[in-house]
Structure formats: structure tokens, C-alpha cells
């Protein structure tokens, strides 16, 4: 009787642990899907607000990840801050991974619920270039596509427990690709795969710090930065003890150059964390970029105390070295940094940048061909080499460089790409909507032009000089959050800013006959 009421009770457990995961992962669906509705519904509600706005002229924003939630906002801000009498509200119905096809679909409803003035659309990438799961087979059947939880395990199986560098592959053809399949660039997967797990964690336990610090930290690396700001504010508030949302804050602080503020939740991670030595690395930065080269000094010295086998490290000090005038032992430390993490592909082109700056061509050069020879995909490395072989006449050279960056990311269109915005323009003539086309950061507007040869009224944005240009003077990543496209990626809150007031100054010349103003992004 014992021995069956056990077996009794045994199913019973079992029968009950069962049902817990069946319930555990109904509620991690249910959580998944709702991470992508509190996106959509934070768009929509912008969204809303710009259409309630009377007597404006309406500007309708349609293209994909480059779009939604990017640079629209920037661009409403941009338009009024001109005062030139009209008053502009500016609508984002960007979609993250869709086509030309999929814009055209939803064209006729986005006109009739948006009733625009103009459309600006920013297209073409994903027709050329969808992107699948590299070594997961079954990244196209449904149950991948459809279930979130399986993609997500899925996801994190190939991650884990297989060697895979995450790459994507371009060979497929756009033609023959289901309609609303979820095909999405890697970076894009990562960032709202994240988003929606941390937002759930938030939910199960929002007095836990650690979701708060992991979604903020997502949220600063992609430009959201008073987002970041209100999560790290709350870890610390649930966790006052722990030094990881002090030096998280503290940096973001930094970035945007409220040194007092960042300076005091530097010292407090310190004082929490002594033997931690991001907080030591950070607050010598501050002191570096308020002219305390002692101070600085001491501290990236003191981190690299703490934690010698950090490659990071010895770039920090690499850079506070070259700054101040010391290249010899600038060039030991950007080496040691290589020794300790050579296939970080960043340090070797600090390496080849530094050595520019010295007049060491040869050994750039050297540098650039170890960065091809790691990632033969890496568009910055070729760029900046084409541009060395110019600097010492080797034409020869630079042209073969170039030919084989054409290669790499051809910039002619699709014939179903060319097809799709005809139409787009012939049904905006027949509703009389100006259509604005916008090429991408990086990208030459020539083969955007080429598709509407003998068509007119229409206003081309060209961001090609203007990124480029600000990316040869500054940091790549400080306008762009990835290298998802090679030579460009998705923008920061900075490069958003750069893109709209870009859009805004040839609105206004070539639709109001406003005069041309140079577009400045401060630092």
C-alpha cells in the first residue's frame, strides 16, 4: 500500500513539475511578446501625440531599424527649432527588419491614418541584404519564426555551446522570402531578445537590482540615454551597496560631460569597490578630460595594478600617453594590449590609428592588413588603408582597395528594390504627397538618384561626406551603436541628431526656400 501510495504521490510531483514548466514558459512567451508591444505601443504613442497636433504640416516617416524609434524624433525638434511659420509634427512608422515590399503593404494605411503633408522614406537595405541565422537550420520554418521561447533557446544554445561567430550571410535572395518572416540583422536580435528578458525579470522581482543594470547598460550603449539614466538611478536605489551602477552612471555622466556628477559616483564605486578597476579606469578619463593629468595618471596606473591581464586597460593608458606627448611608451602599452587579447580587432586598429598619427605608415599598413586578415568583412579597416595608399601615392593600391570594398557591399539597387519605390512615388503623385528620399549614412546618393531619372519632385538627402567626414574626425561609435551594414550601422542618439538636422536643413531649403545651414553635431 506504502509503495503505492509513493508511486501516487511520485506522479503527483512530477504531473505538478511538469505543469510549472509548461506554465513557466507560457508566461516566458506571453513576456517575450509583450517586450515587442511595449516597443511598438512606446512608438505609437509618439505617434499619437504628433497627430494630435493641429494646423501642422505632416511629415510621415516609413523605412525600417534605421527608422523606427531613430531619427524621427530628432527631426520634429530639428524642423520647429527653425521658426520659420509653419509648424511641423512628424510621424514614425518605421518597422524594425521590413523590406521595400513590406513598406509598399502597408503604404495605403499609414496614408490614410498619418494623412501627410510628405513622406520621407529611408529603404532598400533589407531587399539586398536579409539576413539570416547562420548555422541554425531551422531558422526558416515556422516554429523558429513564430515562437519566441524556441527561437530564444534556440539562440542561446548556438551561443553557448557551439563555436559561432554570429555571423550573417548575404547570398539569399530577396525574391521567394515569405512575407512577415522575422528576419532581423544580429545586432537588432541581441538588443531586443535582451530587452524583452530584462523587462520581464524587472517584472518577476523589481526590487533585484541586476535587470535594472543589464537593461540600462543596453539602453547607454544604444544612445537611450535618459532611459539608461532612470534605470541606473533605480539599481542603485534598490542596491546601494553594490559599486556596478555607480561606475555605470558615472560613465554615462561622463559621456555627457557632467564631470561633477560623474566624479562623485566614480569615487563612491571606489570606495564600495577598491579592488575594481573599471571605476579607477573611468574616473582617469574625467580627470584627463578636466586637464588633472596627475590625477589621471595615478588612477589608470592603479588599474592596471588591479587588473594586469585587462587589455582595456592598457588602451586607456595607451591613449592618456600618446595625449600627453609620450607615443614611445604609448606604442608598449597598445602592444601589451595586443598580446593579451589578439583577436580584438578594435586595439589593432588603435594601433594602426596611433601609428598614423606618428607618420608610421608602414607599420599602419601592417596593422590594417592583420585586422583584413581576421575579418576580411571589415569595411572601417579597408576604408582607412584605401586612405593611407592615397596619403603615399600608391594609386595602384588604393584602387585595388576600393575595388575590393565595392565588392564587398555593391550600391546599386535590387530590380525589385528600383520597382518597389516607383510605386511608392506613383501612388504619393496620385494623393499629391512630396516624397523625400533619404540614402544611408556612408552611402552615395548617385545610385539612389539613378532610380528616378526622369521623375521630379523629389527632394534627395545626401549623408554620405557628412558621416564620413565626422567619422574620419572623431570615433566611429560615436554616431554609430554597431557595423551591421559594414561601412555604417544603427546611430546614436548623436548620430540620429546629426541625421535629422541633415534631413531638416534640405527640407527647408528645397521645400520652403529656407537658407542652408551647416550642420554641426557638438562633441
Avoid at 582595456?312 to 607615443?327: C, E, H, R, S, W
Avoid at 539597387?413 to 519605390?421: A, L, M
Wanted: aromatic share 10%; glycine share 6%; with cysteine.
Amino acid at each position: 500500500m506504502k509503495s503505492l501510495l509513493n508511486t501516487g504521490i511520485g506522479w503527483q510531483r512530477i504531473i505538478v513539475a511538469l505543469l510549472g514548466i509548461v506554465f513557466s514558459l507560457v508566461a516566458l512567451e506571453l513576456g517575450l511578446r509583450f517586450g515587442g508591444l511595449l516597443f511598438i505601443s512606446f512608438q505609437e504613442n509618439s505617434n499619437r501625440i504628433s497627430l494630435s497636433k493641429k494646423s501642422t504640416y505632416r511629415i510621415l516617416c516609413l523605412g525600417e531599424s534605421t527608422t523606427a524609434r531613430q531619427y524621427p524624433s530628432f527631426l520634429e525638434e530639428a524642423l520647429n527649432q527653425r521658426n520659420i511659420g509653419v509648424r511641423f509634427s512628424v510621424i514614425d512608422k518605421g518597422v524594425i527588419a521590413a523590406t521595400t515590399a513590406d513598406i509598399l503593404k502597408r503604404l495605403e494605411e499609414n496614408l490614410a491614418t498619418s494623412r501627410p503633408d510628405m513622406v520621407i522614406v529611408m529603404m532598400g537595405f533589407n531587399d539586398r541584404r536579409i539576413l539570416y541565422y547562420k548555422d541554425i537550420p531551422e531558422a526558416d520554418t515556422a516554429l523558429f519564426r513564430y515562437c519566441k521561447t524556441y527561437k530564444l533557446m534556440r539562440l542561446l544554445f548556438t551561443r553557448l555551446f557551439k563555436k559561432s561567430d554570429n555571423s550573417v550571410v548575404y547570398d539569399r535572395e530577396y525574391e521567394g522570402v515569405p512575407a512577415g518572416s522575422e528576419i532581423i540583422h544580429r545586432n537588432q536580435i541581441e538588443f531586443f531578445e535582451k530587452e524583452k528578458l530584462y523587462r520581464r525579470a524587472i517584472e518577476l522581482d523589481p526590487k533585484n537590482s541586476k535587470p535594472y543594470i543589464r537593461l540600462g547598460q543596453l539602453y547607454q550603449n544604444s544612445g537611450q540615454l535618459a532611459e539608461a539614466e532612470v534605470l541606473l538611478k533605480k539599481a542603485i536605489e534598490f542596491d546601494p551597496q553594490n559599486s556596478e551602477p555607480y561606475i555605470r552612471l558615472g560613465q554615462l555622466y561622463l559621456k555627457g560631460g557632467q564631470l561633477a556628477e560623474a566624479e562623485v559616483l566614480l569615487k563612491k564605486a571606489i570606495e564600495l569597490d577598491p579592488k575594481n578597476s573599471k571605476p579607477y579606469i573611468r574616473l582617469g578619463q574625467l580627470y584627463q578630460n578636466s586637464g588633472q593629468l596627475a590625477e589621471a595618471e595615478v588612477l589608470l596606473k592603479k588599474a592596471i595594478e588591479l587588473d594586469p591581464q585587462n587589455s582595456d586597460t592598457y588602451i586607456k593608458f595607451g591613449q592618456f600617453l600618446q595625449n600627453i606627448g609620450q607615443p614611445s611608451a604609448a606604442e608598449v602599452l597598445y602592444k601589451k594590449a595586443i598580446e593579451l587579447d589578439p583577436e580584438r580587432e578594435g586595439d589593432i586598429t588603435e594601433l594602426a590609428d596611433f601609428y598614423w598619427q606618428q607618420g608610421k605608415l608602414l607599420q599602419a599598413e601592417e596593422s590594417l592588413r592583420r585586422v583584413i586578415t581576421k575579418n576580411p568583412q571589415n569595411d572601417l579597416a579597408y576604408r582607412i588603408l584605401e586612405r593611407l595608399y592615397r596619403k603615399t601615392n600608391r594609386v595602384g593600391l588604393a584602387e585595388a582597395v576600393k575595388n575590393k570594398r565595392d565588392d564587398l557591399r555593391s550600391d546599386e539597387y535590387k530590380t525589385i528594390t528600383v520597382n518597389n519605390f516607383l510605386r511608392l512615388k506613383a501612388i504619393l503623385d496620385k494623393k499629391r504627397v512630396r516624397l523625400v528620399c533619404v540614402q544611408y549614412p556612408m552611402r552615395s546618393v548617385k545610385p539612389l538618384k539613378r532610380i528616378f531619372e526622369g521623375e521630379n519632385g523629389i527632394v534627395f538627402v545626401d549623408n554620405e561626406q557628412l558621416f564620413k567626414d565626422s567619422v574620419d574626425g572623431g570615433n566611429y561609435y560615436e554616431y554609430f551603436i554597431d557595423t551591421f551594414a559594414g561601412d555604417f550601422g544603427h546611430c546614436t542618439a548623436k548620430g540620429n541628431r546629426m541625421l535629422a538636422e541633415n534631413i531638416a536643413n534640405t527640407i527647408l531649403q528645397e521645400v520652403f526656400g529656407r537658407e542652408k545651414r551647416t550642420v554641426s553635431i557638438k562633441r
